[in-house]
C-alpha cells in the first residue's frame, strides 16, 4: 500500500507541468522543498520546514539543512529523542551540545567511521566518556538512516572497550556505623542516608520520594533512569528515622531551609556530610550494600528486580551470583577440614601421619 502524504505537504502543478511542492502550516508561510518527492534531499527540507513552522515550535533560528547541528536539532523533536529516559537525555544533550560546538556546520554525510574513531582517542583517557560519546551517536545515526538523511551509519562496527573498573565501591558495615554516630537520627543527614540504604534508589529518585508514593507502608514509584515500576517496603529502621525528621512535606530529603533538593545539589550536600563522618564513599555505594545485603539475605533474582529496577537478569545475577560463589566457597573449607593428608607432588596419597611423630 502507498504511504499516506506526510501533513502540511501541498503541491501544484507549473504552466510547464512540473510539480512542485510546498510545506504550510496552518496559514503560516509556504516553503518550497528541492528534489524529487521522497528523496533524501526532498526529506530533510520537509522536516527542516516543519521543525522551524512558529505554530508548531517555538520561533528560533535553525541550522542549515543537512548539517550535523541541523540534525541534531530535529533528533531532539523526535520520538526516538523522546523514548530515552529523563536522565539518558540530559546525559545526551551536554555530549551533543560539545558536538555541535565541534563540528555543528559541517555535513552530516561528512561525519564518518574514520571522525568517530578519533573522537574516541581524543577521549581514551576516560573510557566512560567514550562510551557515553559512542551510545549518543549510535542512537542519533539509527534515526537518521531511519529517515534516510544518511544512506549509512558510522557507528556501525564501532566498539569501545569496557572500561575495566569495578565502579562504586559499596559501603561496609563499620563504615555505616561511623556515619550514624556522626549523624544520629534527629538530622536532616540521617534521613538522607537511611532513605538511600534502606530503599536503595538512586539519587534522582531519592529526592523525590515523599509520603505521597507510600500505600500500605510499600514505596511505588518509576524510576528515574529507566522508568521501570519498583515497590519498595519501608523498613522499621527507616520509618523510625522518618519519624524522628526532619523531613519535607512531599519529599523526605530536604535542605538546611526545608526545601526540596536537585539530584545535582543533594550529591554535593551528600559528600559533604560523607566527608565530615570519615566516609568517603558515595551515594551509589549505599545502594549496592543493600543489593548485596538483599542478596545476602536470600532474595531472588526476580525480586531484586523489583526491588532495584533492574530488568535483564544481569545486574540481579551479579548479586546473586556473589553470594552464591562466597556460599560455595564456605562450604569447600569445611569439607576441606575433614581431609587428613594432603595429596603429595607425585599424585599419590600418603598414608596418614601418626600424631607425635
Not at 510539480?19 to 518527492?37: A, C, D, I, T
Not at 559501603?171 to 536532616?188: C, D, F, S
Not at 518509576?222 to 524522628?244: S, Y
Not at 551479579?318 to 575433614?338: H, N
Request: proline residues 6%; positive net charge.
Amino acid at each position: 500500500m502507498p504511504r499516506p502524504r506526510p501533513p502540511y505537504l501541498h503541491s501544484e502543478f507549473s504552466r510547464h507541468g512540473k510539480r512542485r511542492w510546498y510545506v504550510r502550516v496552518k496559514h503560516g508561510p509556504r516553503v518550497r522543498l528541492p528534489g524529487e518527492y521522497g528523496s533524501p534531499e526532498f526529506m530533510a527540507a520537509y522536516h527542516a520546514a516543519i521543525a522551524g513552522a512558529p505554530e508548531l515550535t517555538k520561533a528560533r533560528k535553525r541550522s542549515p539543512a543537512g548539517t550535523f547541528a541541523w540534525a541534531i536539532e530535529l533528533y531532539r523533536e523526535s520520538a526516538d529523542w523522546r523514548a530515552l529516559a529523563p536522565a539518558t537525555r540530559k546525559q545526551r544533550e551536554n555530549i551533543m551540545r560539545g558536538l555541535i560546538e565541534a563540528a555543528g556546520d559541517q555535513p552530516l554525510a561528512a561525519i564518518t567511521r574514520a571522525k568517530i574513531m578519533q573522537g574516541i582517542d581524543a577521549r581514551s583517557k576516560t573510557p566512560f566518556a567514550a562510551r557515553h560519546f559512542v551510545e549518543t551517536l549510535r542512537g542519533l545515526f539509527a534515526w537518521a538512516t531511519a529517515r534516510e538523511f544518511v544512506a549509512v551509519d558510522p557507528t556501525q562496527g564501532v566498539k569501545v572497550a569496557k572500561p575495566k573498573s569495578e565502579g562504586f565501591a559499596p559501603w561496609t558495615a563499620e563504615e555505616i556505623e561511623t556515619y550514624w554516630r556522626k549523624w544520629p537520627r534527629g538530622t536532616r543527614q540521617r534521613v538522607w542516608f537511611d532513605v538511600l540504604l534502606f530503599t536503595g534508589v538512586r539519587r534522582g529518585d531519592a529526592v523525590t520520594i515523599g509520603r505521597q508514593h507510600v500505600k500500605d507502608g510499600i514505596v511505588r514509584l518509576a524510576t528515574e533512569k529507566t522508568g521501570e515500576r519498583v515497590a519498595i517496603p519501608i523498613h522499621p529502621e527507616l520509618q523510625a528515622t522518618l519519624d524522628a525528621g526532619p523531613c519535607g512535606d512531599l519529599a523526605w530529603i530536604v535542605g538546611e531551609r526545608g526545601d526540596r533538593l536537585t539530584k545535582e545539589s543533594f550529591g554535593n550536600l551528600f559528600r559533604a556530610a560523607c566527608n565530615a563522618a570519615g566516609a568517603k564513599k558515595s551515594a551509589h555505594g549505599l545502594r549496592k550494600a543493600g543489593a548485596t545485603a538483599d542478596a545476602q539475605a536470600g532474595y531472588t533474582e526476580a525480586e531484586l528486580e523489583a526491588k532495584y529496577g533492574w530488568r535483564g537478569g544481569r545486574m540481579a545475577s551479579f548479586y546473586t551470583r556473589s553470594m552464591d560463589r562466597e556460599r560455595l566457597a564456605i562450604q569447600a573449607a569445611e569439607k576441606s577440614k575433614k581431609r587428613t593428608s594432603m595429596p603429595a607432588p607425585d599424585g599419590k596419597t600418603p598414608a596418614p601421619t601418626k600424631k607425635g611423630v
